[in-house]
């Protein structure tokens, strides 16, 4: 009797918002507190070293050695309701459960950047940021539990850069990027849905199943194996993980027009990525008979294995322009694509085995990121900002929406404020509320249990996705 059981989706680990992000895909939105106070609407601002993320050509803009120390506390609050889920067979499984509480009470991103002005036409500086990041836990008996029971995404990447001033107009900046990426995902197996597929459309590969126990084992593990399958039937698990270095580099130009408006336009690059780990499959727990659990791993062909998929991040490109009205009021904005088409079909491969992969259908759309903020200076000590954003998914319909990413087209409303302290050191406060569009998803796996050629579980998710977040920001900032 040959199974074949849904391997795990490394979904996750390839893209470029799950409930613990703020842009669109699994791109984190907050690498720096100061742009989180205009809704990342300051790239050409230059404000403090994290221009080294928005806009290296930007560094150019600052004096002495600066240092800019802090991180975002993310607080999601997001709802599931199933519409219909189904397996792709009726068997007799324990029941699903509806899920609630699956998005972390609170997860925080770091950053820290440092720069340094080494003459009047350089400065050199680096970033460490948080890119990318996902944590779900659906639990392991919701009614999407064949698709994914639970995904944590982790990204760090650490981004030296350059700029150079060629005169009071023009500046340019470079930097390279190192990024580690690290999954980890779950999921259920569909093994009452099996069982009771061949029971009914292959009862001699049942029946020989069965005699298989009997010749081994005996009559007394026969008869328990029967009545261990003709009862109620629980769920194999799949967990892997994996884990990758990739390089990349941005890009920035910044020109200044006058003393009070400036353009910036900056690229990010895409990063390639090799995830390789391990797949353990679990049927212990499938019946109480542990001979009976263990003919069933045996029968599925299922072997823990490495595990590997291939993937390349996104690029991004952003236009972005500041002007300072008067002495009080300061005026931003900032367009980002991203190219998020490029992830098409995601598969999954489980070297050296024969299994089939596992292909994740996604057919991402680009996306555009539109922002505009303000600065306020109150007074000598305090300046306060705002901003609004309107992000698009790149998920193009429910039926390419999967429960890894139930992500939409969302709105950011944010206000912040800088603090300075002395002389010599300030603090940068921010508040965002991020307001997702309600998000159907009506997922199918097209491939089976008994499917040849691929691995899945065909089930079919389908409900809908509830997402509210909050973003609090602090920063401590430093020049000597």
């Not at 049942?206 to 008869?223: D, E, H, P, R, Y």
């Not at 993937?311 to 991203?338: C, Y």
Request: glycine share 10%; hydrophobic share 35%; aromatic share 12%.
């Amino acid at each position: 009797m040959k199974h074949k059981y849904l391997p795990l989706l490394i979904v996750a680990a390839f893209a470029g918002i799950s409930s613990t992000a703020q842009a669109s895909g699994y791109r984190f939105g907050s690498q720096s507190v100061s742009a989180q106070g205009t809704a990342d609407a300051s790239g050409a601002e230059a404000a403090d070293a994290s221009t080294i993320f928005y806009n290296p050509a930007g560094l150019s803009r600052l004096e002495g050695t600066q240092f800019v120390g802090g991180g975002t506390i993310v607080v999601p609050h997001s709802t599931y309701e199933d519409t219909g889920s189904k397996q792709f067979w009726k068997g007799n499984r324990t029941p699903f459960t509806a899920t609630k509480d699956y998005a972390p009470d609170a997860v925080v991103a770091p950053a820290l950047y440092a720069s340094k002005k080494i003459n009047d036409q350089w400065t050199v500086g680096a970033g460490l940021f948080v890119p990318y990041g996902a944590k779900l836990d659906y639990g392991n008996d919701w009614t999407g539990r064949y698709a994914i029971t639970n995904i944590k995404l982790e990204a760090i990447a650490l981004n030296p850069s350059v700029s150079f001033k060629l005169d009071q107009h023009h500046s340019f900046g470079f930097g390279v990027t190192a990024e580690y990426m690290k999954a980890e995902l779950g999921q259920g197996v569909d093994v009452p849905g099996t069982v009771a597929f061949l029971g009914e459309k292959a009862p001699a590969a049942s029946a020989a199943f069965l005699g298989n126990i009997l010749k081994t084992q005996g009559m007394a593990a026969f008869t328990s194996a029967k009545n261990a399958l003709q009862g109620q039937i629980k769920d194999g698990h799949a967990s892997m993980d994996g884990h990758d270095w990739g390089f990349g580099f941005n890009l920035g130009y910044l020109y200044q027009l006058n003393e009070g408006t400036r353009f910036g336009i900056a690229y990010r690059s895409s990063i390639s990525h090799k995830l390789k780990g391990s797949t353990i499959w679990d049927f212990s727990q499938v019946t109480s008979n542990a001979a009976v659990n263990g003919f069933i791993a045996a029968a599925s062909n299922k072997v823990n294995s490495k595990a590997l998929v291939e993937l390349r991040t996104p690029e991004t490109l952003s236009v972005n322009a500041f002007h300072q009205m008067d002495d009080k009021w300061a005026l931003m904005g900032d367009v980002t694509w991203t190219r998020t088409s490029r992830l098409e079909n995601l598969d999954i491969q489980f070297p050296p085995t024969a299994e089939g992969p596992e292909r994740i259908r996604q057919n991402w759309k680009d996306t555009y990121r539109v922002s505009l903020g303000t600065n306020y200076k109150y007074s000598e000590n305090l300046l306060l900002r705002a901003g609004i954003a309107h992000d698009q998914a790149p998920v193009r319909s429910a039926e390419l929406r999967h429960p890894a990413l139930p992500d939409s087209d969302r709105m950011q409303y944010s206000i912040g404020a800088n603090w300075k302290l002395n002389a010599n050191s300030s603090l940068d406060l921010a508040y965002s509320y991020i307001d997702f569009k309600d998000a159907s998803v009506n997922y199918t796996n097209g491939c089976s249990p008994v499917s040849t050629g691929c691995t899945g579980n065909g089930e079919t998710t389908k409900g809908l996705f509830k997402t509210r977040m909050q973003l609090i920001g602090l920063a401590y900032n430093y020049k000597f």
